[in-house]
Structure formats: C-alpha cells, structure tokens
Nanobody, 129 residues
Framework: QVQFVESGGGLVQSGGSLRLSCVAA????????IGWFRQGPGKEREEVAC?????????????HYTDSVKGRFTISRDDAKNTVFLQMDPLKPEDTGRYYC?????????????????WGEGTLVTVSA
C-alpha cells in the first residue's frame, strides 16, 4: 500500500518534547513537498509544518510553520531514508491531536492542504497540563 506511516506519538506533560517520524511506504518522496498536519479534539485538520523537496541548485529545502508552532517545532527530512521528522519542544496542551503526514507537488499546496496525497493513519499526541 502506498502511504506514509507515522510514529513517535505518546503522552507527555506540558513543556516536554516528542519527535515524530513519517516513513514513506511504497513510493519515493524525494520530489514531493511533505507536510505534517494535525486534528485536535473537536477541531478541523490543520497544517502544522511543511518542507519542500530539495532545490537542485541550492540543495536547500524551504520550510513553513503555522504561527502557533513557530520557534517550538522543527521539520526536517532524510531522503535517503524516505523519512520526514517533526521535533516538538516545548509542547503545550493545545498541541494535543492526531498528527498525519501527506505529500504534495508544491510547498504552497502543502501549506493550503491542497491536493495532498498518501495520507497515513496518524500518530496520537496527548499533552497534559
């Protein structure tokens, strides 16, 4: 089956940290922009962070974070391992939710959650006060 497999979630106290992993199964994500999304209790799914594919000239990746996680979360990718990471530190109770990965062609599409594909089952993050 072609999709992402997320892991690394758990129960943590406010101020703690978690590192989420997202592994591509059945396809190579090298040329896709990849995003982390979350859905909290009673909330709509939202973009958390997105990372572009590597620029062929600069060899850099562009990243985007939703305002509420800027300065606390870091997205990164290891294309050799078909894996995208989300380092979350410090966590707040409002970060509670199920976290998902998905891929799109462009960073702008990822930011808008537009035509994203290969959604995984997600990993649950619970932050206690």
């Amino acid at each position: 089956q072609v999709q992402f497999v997320e892991s690394g979630g758990g129960l943590v106290q406010s101020g703690g940290s978690l590192r989420l992993s997202c592994v591509a199964a059945g396809f190579s994500p090298d040329f896709y922009a990849i995003g982390w999304f979350r859905q909290g209790p009673g909330k709509e799914r939202e973009e958390v962070a997105c990372i572009s594919s590597r620029d062929s000239q600069t060899l850099n990746n562009e990243v985007h974070y939703t305002d509420s996680v800027k300065g606390r979360f870091t997205i990164s990718r290891d294309d050799a391992k078909n894996t995208v990471f989300l380092q979350m530190d410090p966590l707040k109770p409002e970060d509670t939710g199920r976290y998902y990965c998905a891929a799109g062609f462009y960073l702008a599409d990822c930011v808008r959650s537009f035509e994203m594909d290969y959604w995984g089952e997600g990993t649950l993050v619970t932050v206690s006060a």
